[in-house]
C-alpha cells in the first residue's frame, strides 16, 4: 500500500481543497492503524482529520526546505531488533536519511507524532513515550483530538525527555526543525484549513525562518 504522503506534492496541494484530497486509497491508508491498535479501537473521523492535516503541513513546510522526509503510517520504524512501531507521522532529517529503507526506518526517526485516540492514550503516552525516549527519538509530539490537548517532549542532553509548552501566541514550536509549529487554536477548529491555506501557512513559515535567520 503506498502512503498517502507519497502522493502528495505542492501542485497538487495549491489545486485541491483539503476535502478534495480524500480518495478510497487514501481512507484505507489512514484506516491502516499501527499494528498495536486493537480492531475494536475505532479511529474517529475528526482523528483522520487531525492527522491528515497535521502530516500535508508538515510535510509541505520539509519539502519547501528540503530538510528531509516525511512518512505516516504504516510505516515501520524499528527502534532495536525487539521493539518497532508504526506511528502516525514521522520526520527524518537529511543527517539520518541512511537509516531510512523501503518500508521501515532502522533506528530512530528525528521527531515522530501521534494522534492519539481513546483506545491509543495508554500506549502512546507510557510504552511508547518510554520506547522513543530510550531509542533516541529527539522529539516526540502527542496530539489529542478528544481532548484538544498538544505536548512537545524534547530530548534532553541526560537523554530523558523535556516539555515544552506553547509559546504566548498559542503555537507549539519545534526544537528539532526549526521553524515549524502548530497553532493550537486553529488545531482544535472543527473545519481545518483547505490545502491551499495550508500550503500558504508553510509559506509563512518558511519566510519567519529565514528572515530569523538573517
Given at each position: 500500500?503506498?502512503?498517502?504522503?507519497?502522493?502528495?506534492?505542492?501542485?497538487?496541494?495549491?489545486?485541491?481543497?483539503?476535502d478534495?484530497?480524500?480518495?478510497?486509497?487514501?481512507?484505507?491508508?489512514?484506516?491502516?492503524?499501527?499494528?498495536?491498535?486493537?480492531?475494536?479501537?475505532p479511529?474517529?473521523?475528526?482523528?483522520?482529520d487531525?492527522?491528515?492535516?497535521?502530516?500535508?503541513?508538515?510535510?509541505?513546510?520539509?519539502?519547501?526546505?528540503?530538510?528531509?522526509?516525511?512518512?505516516?503510517?504504516?510505516?515501520?520504524?524499528?527502534?532495536?531488533?525487539?521493539?518497532?512501531?508504526?506511528?502516525?507521522?514521522?520526520?527524518?532529517?537529511?543527517?539520518?536519511?541512511?537509516?531510512?529503507?523501503?518500508t521501515?526506518?532502522?533506528?530512530?526517526?528525528?521527531?515522530?507524532?501521534?494522534v492519539?485516540?481513546?483506545?491509543?492514550t495508554a500506549?502512546?503516552?507510557?510504552?511508547?513515550?518510554?520506547?522513543?525516549?530510550?531509542?533516541?527519538?529527539?522529539e516526540?509530539?502527542?496530539?489529542?483530538?478528544t481532548?484538544?490537548?498538544?505536548?512537545?517532549?524534547?530530548?534532553?542532553?541526560?537523554?530523558?525527555?523535556?516539555?515544552?509548552?506553547?509559546?504566548?501566541?498559542?503555537?507549539l514550536?519545534?526544537?528539532?526543525?526549526k521553524g515549524?509549529?502548530?497553532?493550537?487554536?486553529?488545531?482544535?477548529?472543527?473545519?481545518l484549513?483547505?490545502t491551499?491555506?495550508i500550503?500558504?501557512?508553510?509559506?509563512?513559515?518558511?519566510?519567519?525562518?529565514?528572515?530569523?535567520?538573517?
Amino acid at each position: 500500500m503506498r502512503s498517502l504522503l507519497e502522493d502528495f506534492d505542492k501542485q497538487s496541494a495549491e489545486q485541491m481543497s483539503f476535502d478534495q484530497i480524500w480518495s478510497p486509497d487514501i481512507d484505507e491508508a489512514l484506516l491502516a492503524e499501527p499494528r498495536e491498535r486493537t480492531e475494536d479501537t475505532p479511529v474517529s473521523g475528526r482523528h483522520q482529520d487531525v492527522r491528515l492535516y497535521v502530516a500535508v503541513l508538515l510535510k509541505t513546510y520539509v519539502d519547501m526546505i528540503d530538510a528531509g522526509l516525511v512518512r505516516d503510517a504504516p510505516f515501520e520504524v524499528r527502534l532495536s531488533e525487539t521493539v518497532s512501531y508504526r506511528p502516525d507521522i514521522i520526520f527524518v532529517s537529511n543527517n539520518s536519511y541512511d537509516r531510512v529503507h523501503e518500508t521501515t526506518i532502522e533506528g530512530a526517526p528525528d521527531i515522530i507524532i501521534e494522534v492519539v485516540t481513546p483506545g491509543s492514550t495508554a500506549i502512546d503516552r507510557g510504552d511508547k513515550f518510554v520506547a522513543y525516549e530510550a531509542g533516541g527519538v529527539r522529539e516526540y509530539w502527542l496530539i489529542d483530538p478528544t481532548r484538544e490537548l498538544a505536548d512537545l517532549y524534547h530530548l534532553g542532553p541526560d537523554g530523558y525527555y523535556d516539555e515544552f509548552r506553547p509559546d504566548i501566541a498559542g503555537r507549539l514550536r519545534s526544537r528539532v526543525l526549526k521553524g515549524f509549529a502548530l497553532d493550537l487554536d486553529l488545531l482544535w477548529k472543527r473545519v481545518l484549513p483547505t490545502t491551499p491555506e495550508i500550503v500558504e501557512m508553510a509559506q509563512e513559515m518558511v519566510n519567519q525562518r529565514m528572515t530569523t535567520s538573517r
